[in-house]
Nanobody, 116 residues
Framework: QVQLVESGGGLVQPGGSLRLSCAAS????????VGWYRQVPGKQRELVAR???????KYADSVKGRFTISRDNAENTVSLQMNSLAPEDTAVYYC??????????WGQGTQVTVSS
């Protein structure tokens, strides 16, 4: 079955950086769009960044210029480099994979806390 396993979350001070990684298995990774979403308690899960099978990238306006998404089809991984982190970036971050038929798969989530 499809498995997405995130790593790299944690506590960081404002202005700091973190790198999230997601290892995928059980799917033909290169044929899936992949991305990162985040959610805070009481709010809907929101898109942070996505990268298509062809390499097209979409960012949320709130992270443009600070976050960079990348994928490695040879290693079946998708990463999110997060710089200039702010307290409002605090959330649980979820890895996502979407099949060509629009089936959605999610990781278990990793907590990112930005606080001094």
């Amino acid at each position: 079955q499809v498995q997405l396993v995130e790593s790299g979350g944690g506590l960081v001070q404002p202005g700091g950086s973190l790198r999230l990684s997601c290892a995928a298995s059980g799917l033909r990774f290169r044929y899936y769009s992949v991305g990162w979403y985040r959610q805070v308690p009481g709010k809907q899960r929101e898109l942070v960044a996505r990268i298509s099978t062809g390499g097209s990238i979409k960012y949320a306006d709130s992270v443009k210029g600070r976050f960079t998404i990348s994928r490695d089809n040879a290693e079946n991984t998708v990463s999110l480099q997060m710089n200039s982190l702010a307290p409002e970036d605090t959330a649980v971050y979820y890895c996502n994979a979407e099949s060509p038929l629009a089936a959605m798969y999610w990781g278990q989530g990793t907590q990112v806390t930005v606080s001094s």
